[in-house]
């Protein structure tokens, strides 16, 4: 029996280190911040994230954001091994939204950060009443309504697809972004770098700052939410006064065109 527990003992303080941490996976997350959101509320969640991480398995870390109507989990796309575009497809019209990075660590999914994302943010007069009415009316549906929630994914491997609309609300929120009395006048020949040169003279700024202008306002026309993948069967509305300010900086305006 004595010896039958000392062999037990030896087995235990001597079993190989890589066999320690089996079935304790992680990602290991040393860092992660907002380099830049590329969105204003009542948009759909664009950004880049800076991160440092001792495994760079996607599989292990999720990216979510949280908002009064549920979960939605976030696309990713690696720029390098220390920044990473991640895209999703749901508006985000509450206030008090969130995002929420996680990583699987023992055997579970834990918080690593929670970021408010428009805590002290300025409002136009305009944009915040609807994103007040829009916001109330998706908060008077939640409890009623699933939380809904996206499986990760790359890019390259899955197609964008929009979910079931929320209702007439949030839609008037997205209107929020355009100037609904213009729409812009091109033919299928035209590059987004030739339509953002007219109008940027015409709007009084860069033709970056009114090429991501455009392309935050219509991300319906371009193909698999790429800047480069203009489409020629859709109508383009004008960027709203708002997302013409936002964007009125020209060296901000090419650093997030080239970001895109």
């Known amino acids: 029996m004595t010896r039958m527990i000392k062999v037990a003992l030896c087995l235990i303080l001597f079993i190989p280190a890589p066999f320690i941490g089996l079935g304790y996976a ?71 939204a969130t995002l929420v990075i996680r990583e699987y660590r023992v055997n579970k999914w834990r918080d690593v950060k929670v970021f408010s994302l428009f805590e002290g943010q300025h409002l136009s007069e305009e944009l915040g009443l609807k994103s007040s009415a829009a916001y109330l009316s998706v908060e008077n549906r939640s409890s009623q309504a699933p939380s809904s929630s996206y499986k990760i994914a790359t890019m390259s491997q899955t197609s964008v697809s929009p979910p079931p609309a929320k209702g007439k609300k949030l839609a008037q929120y997205r209107h929020a972004l355009i100037d609904k009395s213009c729409t812009l006048t091109y033919t299928p020949e035209m590059t987004l770098w030739r339509i953002g040169t007219e109008h940027g003279k015409e709007w009084g700024i ?51 065109f080239e970001a895109l």
Not at 51 to 56: K, L, M, P
Not at 208 to 231: D, H, W
Not at 237 to 255: E, F, T, V
């Open 26 to 96: 992680a990602a290991q997350i040393t860092h992660v911040s907002i380099n830049e959101q590329q969105f204003i509320l009542g948009g759909y969640p664009k950004f880049r994230l800076n991160i440092v991480s001792q495994d760079a398995s996607l599989n292990k870390m999720q990216f979510v954001v949280r908002q009064t109507s549920g979960e939605e989990m976030l696309m990713v796309k690696p720029i390098n091994n220390f920044l990473l575009l991640v895209i999703g497809v749901e508006d985000v019209v509450d206030p008090r």
């Open 206 to 256: 860069s033709n970056y700052g009114a090429m991501v202008a455009i392309f935050e306002a219509n991300p319906k026309a371009f193909n698999q939410g790429e800047i480069g993948g203009l489409r020629a069967d859709i109508s383009l509305r004008c960027p709203s006064q708002d997302l013409r300010l936002k964007y009125s900086n020209p060296k901000m305006a090419k650093q997030t």
